[in-house]
């Protein structure tokens, strides 16, 4: 029996891709990363969010759906106001539970770009696949009731990076409100 061959995704605020490069990233490997969600590889076309911005969990399936929260009040304005493009990739090199995210897939080889879908407005577009059910966007000051208000789910993870030698400046420019908090959890965590 032929195994079938599955698409991924990569987004990219790069356009006229042909060839999708490895690149290094903070897991220290040369991959090529790609998703088997349409919509969260949409939300990778801006390369200007991370963690801090938004709450980005599920891997796309019907029992696991995509949701998006922005953290604070028009981050989404100023991250996803720009254009890229979907890229679709043939699955048969890339490989899961490298990254500790069941969405993400890998691949060690340089990857030819199937197919090419240019995004003129990643914001608008993710507002169309919330409509569609394809991922479930909240906006400020809208969140799940699992996610707390004042951010405070970001410090354990924050901490993580601290300890692994990862410049946190950026959590402390974001969220002054959380600094007291922040230092007693790493007091907390010393004794």
């Given at each position: 029996m032929e195994e079938k061959i599955r698409l991924v995704y990569h987004g990219s605020i790069h356009q006229g891709l042909k060839k999708i490069r490895r690149n290094?990233?903070?897991h220290g490997k040369s991959w090529v990363y790609a998703t088997l969600s349409k919509a969260i590889s949409t939300i990778f076309i801006s390369d200007k969010g991370s963690d801090l911005f938004y709450y980005?969990?599920?891997d796309g399936t019907e029992n696991n759906p995509v949701i998006l929260v922005e953290r604070k009040e028009n981050m989404f304005k100023d991250i996803f106001n720009v254009s890229?493009?979907?890229?679709?990739?043939i699955g048969k090199n890339f490989v899961s539970g490298k990254?500790?995210?069941?969405?993400?897939v890998v691949s060690e080889f340089d990857e030819d770009v199937v197919h090419e879908e240019y995004i003129d407005n990643v914001f608008k577009k993710l507002k169309e696949l919330d409509n569609k059910g394809e991922l479930k966007l909240y906006l400020c000051p809208n969140r799940p009731h699992f996610l707390p208000k004042d951010n405070s789910d970001l410090i354990p993870k924050v901490i993580r990076w601290k300890n692994r030698g990862i410049n946190i400046d950026q959590f402390?420019?974001?969220y002054t409100e959380l600094k007291k908090q922040f230092l007693n959890m790493i007091q907390e965590n010393e004794k």
């Open positions: 290094k990233s903070t980005l969990s599920g890229g493009s979907l890229y679709t990739l990254t500790g995210w069941s969405a993400e402390f420019k974001l």
